[in-house]
Every structure is written in structure tokens, then in C-alpha cells.
């Protein structure tokens, strides 16, 4: 599993691989996938300028509503999808899970949809949220039960400082990303195994320097004795999932 910046991640097990919420072309365009997984609708996320120096060979899963968006593109299959769905990409099997963010490409909204993806392969597992909304986060707990996860990549914020979310916390408006700290929270909500920080250090606003988000995670994991469960990446930088190759 392949930290690429951003939100965006290559999962590949046994040798099948899906890219996740590209952005960036130098950055995804040479990489190996059999298929492109977008969450939500959000620019960061479903990157038309990204999307078009893609193989366009490879199906493009969208979230629902989202379609008309990328029809130009030029993919040979895109399809939408919601929380439930259920998809076949080699000998990957992948799930679309429920997650917590606001839905609207420019402004708040109801559509598109928004939706994470649990991609598995001979009991190994791996979640991506997409991005996370302070608000209600029993969903999660749900999907930990639901699947054995060996790693889910969450958010730690956004394009503003940590302070801001971390003032933000107690606002369930379903519009602020979450902090670090709510993030380990949700980790251990999913009971995953290993967790691998994302949307952070690669699209960033003048207000405070990027790396004060993995540090506070880094702090928070050491006080609270999870310290194994986070593994910290930089940019391009992967961790080993063990699975068989049939």
C-alpha cells in the first residue's frame, strides 16, 4: 500500500491494484493499476485535470451522482456506485462502505455521494475513508465488525492547521475535516491493525507548517500506547501487506 500525497493511494495485493483519489498526474500517471476508485466529489478527490492523464483503459468507479462529471474523459467504463456495492477488479474484491462527509463538488449538497472502499484479497483487507466530517462516527464501528482490516488510510485534516480542527472538534456540522486525534480515534473504532495518516502535507495553506499534523498523531499515538498501529509514510513511501499471490 502506496502513500501517494494527498487523499491519493495505490492498494495492490497479489498483483492486482486499484488507485485511489489521484491527484496530482506526475504523481499517479506512471503508476500500475487495474482500475481507479474516486470517494466524493470534492476537487481534491475526484481531480478532472488528474483523471485526464490516466489510463483510460481501466474502469473509473465513481460515487453516485458523480458520472456526469468525468463522461468526457474518456474511460471505457465508468460506473457508479454507493454504500453496499460490491465490485470485481481482477481477483480483488471491493466494497463500497459508508463514511461521513459532505457531498457537494463546490458547495455543501446532497449529490453526488460520498462513500469509502474496503478492497480485499484472500482474507487481507484495506479501508480508505475518502475524507471525514466531525459528526456521528458509529458507522465505523459497523465496519470494523463488518471486516477484519489489516489498514485503513483516514484523514488527519485539511488544508488549514491542526489547531483549527482541533478547535472545531465539539461542531458537528458535518463540514470540518477531523483532527489527528479524532483520527486514531476512528482507527480504533475500525479496529484496524495498522493505520496510515492521509490528506495532509501535499495541499496546504500558508497558515502554519504541514508536518504539525503527523506530529500530532505521532504525540497523541505515543501517549495512548498505539504507537505500532500508526505508520507515518512520506510522499511515494509504501508498507508490506502480506497476502498470497492466487
Not at 505500532?228 to 509504501?238: K, N
Request: glycine share 8%; hydrophobic share 40%.
Amino acid at each position: 500500500m502506496t502513500w501517494i500525497g494527498h487523499a491519493s493511494a495505490l492498494v495492490e495485493l497479489g498483483g492486482d491494484a486499484v488507485l485511489i483519489d489521484p491527484l496530482g498526474r506526475r504523481r499517479c500517471r506512471d503508476r500500475e493499476y487495474d482500475a481507479v476508485l474516486v470517494t466524493h466529489a470534492h476537487v481534491d478527490h475526484l481531480n478532472r485535470w488528474t483523471l485526464a492523464a490516466l489510463n483510460k483503459d481501466v474502469p473509473l468507479y465513481v460515487p453516485k451522482g458523480a458520472k456526469d462529471i468525468v463522461a468526457d474523459l474518456g474511460f471505457r467504463e465508468v460506473r457508479e456506485v454507493e454504500p453496499g456495492d460490491h465490485m470485481s477488479v481482477g481477483k480483488l474484491d471491493i466494497v463500497a462502505v459508508p463514511t461521513r462527509h459532505d457531498n457537494g463538488r463546490w458547495r455543501k449538497g446532497d449529490a453526488p455521494s460520498c462513500t469509502g472502499y474496503v478492497v480485499a484479497r484472500n482474507g487481507t483487507h484495506v479501508h480508505h475513508s475518502g475524507d471525514i466530517d466531525i459528526s456521528d462516527f458509529e458507522l465505523f464501528d459497523e465496519i470494523g465488525e463488518q471486516f477484519d482490516l489489516d489498514a485503513t488510510l483516514l484523514p488527519i485534516g485539511g488544508i488549514l492547521p491542526v489547531w483549527y480542527y482541533r478547535m472545531r472538534r465539539g461542531h458537528k456540522d458535518r463540514g470540518v475535516h477531523i483532527d489527528p486525534d479524532t483520527a486514531l480515534q476512528i482507527a480504533k473504532r475500525l479496529n484496524a491493525r495498522r493505520m496510515v495518516p492521509v490528506h495532509y502535507g501535499t495541499v496546504q495553506l500558508p497558515f502554519g507548517p504541514a508536518y504539525t499534523a503527523p506530529w500530532r498523531l505521532a504525540k497523541i499515538a505515543a501517549e495512548t500506547d498505539d504507537a505500532e498501529r500508526v505508520s507515518i509514510l512520506g510522499h511515494g513511501e509504501s508498507i508490506e501487506l502480506k497476502t498470497s499471490s492466487t
